[in-house]
């Protein structure tokens, strides 16, 4: 089973960048599509970004434009790239993995990482 570890939270002002990691040992890592979530204190966990696979990228309304997710099927990490962050991105990071190469909208991830704190300071 794929076992991830997030790693790049911190506290940012808001209108600044941070880059969160996951790092997926193993060599299955590339089978699956990856993805990010986010929970805020008293707030269910919502869905960020994902990434197939291949390549093929989604997001969610709220950080479109903002946020990117890359993967590096070498090194094993997905990364995501937060810019413009404003004070309701502040959550925990939660990285995720899939158990298909793709995505596909509502899929539920079936390995969680232990997340990873984003707090954004107005």
């Known amino acids: 089973q794929v076992q991830l570890v997030e790693s790049g939270g911190g506290l940012v002002q808001a209108g600044a960048s941070l880059r969160l990691s996951c790092l997926a040992p193993?060599?299955?890592?590339?089978?699956?599509?990856m993805g990010w979530f986010r929970q805020a204190p008293g707030k269910e966990r919502d869905f960020v970004a994902a990434?197939?696979?291949?390549?093929?990228?989604y997001f969610a309304d709220s950080v479109k434009g903002r946020f990117t997710i890359s993967r590096d099927n070498v090194k094993n990490t997905v990364t995501l790239q937060m810019n413009s962050l404003k004070p309701e991105d502040a959550a925990v990071y939660y990285c995720?993995?899939?158990?298909?190469?793709?995505?596909?909208?509502?899929?539920?991830?079936?390995?969680w990482g232990q997340g990873t704190q984003v707090t954004v300071s107005s």
């Open positions: 990434i197939s696979r291949s390549g093929l990228t």
């Open positions: 995720a993995a899939y158990s298909r190469s793709y995505y596909s909208t509502g899929d539920t991830p079936n390995v």
């Open positions: 193993g060599r299955t890592f590339s089978t699956y599509a």
